[in-house]
């Protein structure tokens, strides 16, 4: 008796049975060589954002290129995380990068100054915006202050070794006055407010957003003076001089973004005063009032040394300092991020 016999495969049947039998090895290979089988395997890890941290003010219009790099994601696009600091006044924040708080600061420059006359381990990437708009003094008429001439023999409240202290000594020089003829009482810029409702000071010499602040405050009893053509503000950017030269790669990508920044602070006024406003609590009011003076650019120029120069003679003859030589401030001033992302933007002779 015979046994039946099975299914013939058919010489077609053959061929694809043998084409589905390499496709499988095929595929097995590939698996074994790339993953593509494994359910289980974790996606490729995305490359983390570097952290910077900046010690800024950023109720202060001169930040306006930082605080648009973050929150129009220009920092984020360069692949960095960066977080902000408060900080009432420049020389705090480069208090902060100093005691190794921040990896960087916003300041102006009489901080600078003063890191040269110490020679303290500080150097500028950027300066990142300049007006004479943002500096003055704001006095109580009931004190007999109408000019400000009226300033001599009064009390005015000032942040020493800063700006406003600069700004204060060079608007008295143009009134005849010299800084003996007053006294200078150091306050916080945040406790002008408290010290002149106390009837502490008649006066007090400091920045913007505090200037209108005070003259709110005092309503018709306040009198400002502007330091127009007295005073330059140059507002950096500036980190510890090994953090800066340990990381040319990281400067050159807060640059592009700070750039980026600044361009749209300059291009888009009522949007970056809307993001000032709503990022800082600043007031709009005084913002659109002063706008058109300020001027937003990430460069590095000749005048921020001659400046810091003109600032350490000041420095030395109203003995704020021992030193008697100027520093070489070229030597706080890093070029070489610049250079590299806006070559143009470098004006400094070296």
């Known amino acids: 008796m015979t046994q039946p016999s099975g299914p013939r495969l058919t ?39 570097e952290q910077v941290s900046i010690a800024t003010n950023s109720a202060y219009a001169g930040t306006c290129p930082v605080a648009a790099a973050r929150e129009n994601g220009y920092f984020a696009d360069q692949g960095l995380l960066v977080t902000l600091q408060a900080r009432s006044s420049g020389k705090a924040a480069m208090e902060a990068v100093m005691q190794g708080q921040a990896n960087l600061g916003t300041v102006a420059d009489i901080p600078v100054m003063f890191a040269g006359i110490n020679n303290d381990p500080v150097t500028v990437i950027a300066t990142i915006f300049r ?11 009931d004190r007999g202050i109408a000019t400000p001439a009226d300033l001599k023999g009064k009390r005015i409240g000032v942040t020493l070794d800063t700006s406003a202290h600069f700004a204060l000594d060079a608007m008295l020089n143009r009134h005849g006055l010299a800084p003996s003829d007053v006294t200078m009482v150091n306050y916080r810029p945040e406790d002008l407010y408290d010290a002149m409702a106390r009837g502490e000071i008649d006066a007090a010499a400091t920045w913007e957003p505090f200037l209108d602040a005070l003259l709110t405050q005092l309503g018709e009893n306040g009198r400002a003076f502007y330091g127009k053509d007295i005073y330059e503000s140059l507002y950096n950017i500036a980190g510890l001089r090994d953090y800066v030269r340990q990381q040319p790669r990281t400067m050159e990508k807060v640059l592009r973004a700070l750039d980026r ?16 406003s709503s990022s800082s609590q600043s007031d709009d009011r005084q913002l ?20 810091l120069e ?14 008697t030589d100027l520093p070489n401030y070229l030597s706080f001033i890093y070029l070489e ?3 590299a992302v806006s070559p143009s933007a470098v004006t400094i002779i070296h």
């Open 11 to 49: 010489a077609k049947g053959a061929i694809a049975a043998l084409a589905g039998l390499l496709i499988l090895i095929a595929l097995t290979l590939l698996a074994g060589r790339y993953g593509w089988l494994d359910l289980g395997a974790s996606p490729r890890p995305v490359a983390a954002l």
């Open 131 to 141: 007006t004479e708009r943002d500096h003055g003094v704001v006095a109580r008429r």
């Open 261 to 276: 920044g600044a361009r749209y602070c300059s291009s888009h006024p009522e949007a970056a005063r809307a993001l000032m």
């Open 288 to 307: 659109r009032a002063s706008w058109p003076a300020y001027r937003f650019g990430v460069v590095l120029d000749q005048g921020l040394i001659l400046a």
């Open 310 to 323: 003109d600032e350490a003679r000041w420095a030395m003859k109203n003995k704020l300092t021992a030193r």
């Open 337 to 339: 991020g610049l250079e």
